[in-house]
């Protein structure tokens, strides 16, 4: 520490990140799973010619063509379910950056999918930060992310995927990570 810092000025600054383990995706991990259930047991019934289901009676549909779709569009929402709950259990694209002034390196932790790049990791010098760029892009499908600049590599996105912040929220932690790595912060 030297004379100019105070000794109780910030030395690291850690902030997680929000994942796929989501109300939003666990309601539609439900939804997919008993839609797809019903479904399936629906077209299973019109082929058994035996009720499966418990609140309507499916054998009176048609194997070809009614059994046959409901089957295939059941099939389709539980193959579409396992993927979500996968997504939800692995937490892709949660985990956290790490801004560490003692041992002078940003770090930041993703999570992935199976495999041997299960865990994405990047650490850098903080003498490699040039810039943080906060990208905003209104519309139908808006966009708000926040951008770590580094020497020699592409911009590093340091929010979460999936809803955008708010523009207050964006500004805010912008300017104090800005003001933390004492870097220009561009785009606003």
Partial sequence: MTASEPSDQLQCLRRSILGARRLSNIFWALVLSLGGMGFWLAGLSSYFQTNLLPFSDPTQLV?????????????????????????????????????????????????????????IEIQQPLEDITALRVDIKEGLNPKRTLYLRLKGRGDIPLTRVGQPLSLSELENQGAELARFLQVPLEGL
Wanted: no cysteine; hydrophobic share 50%.
């Fill in 63 to 119: 194997f070809i063509p009614q059994g046959i779709a409901m089957g295939f569009y059941g099939l389709a929402a539980l193959i579409m379910a396992i993927y979500l709950w996968l997504v939800i259990a692995l937490n892709v694209g949660g985990g956290y950056d790490e801004f560490d002034k003692t041992t002078n390196q940003v770090k930041i932790v993703r999570n992935g999918f199976l495999g041997k790049n299960r865990r």
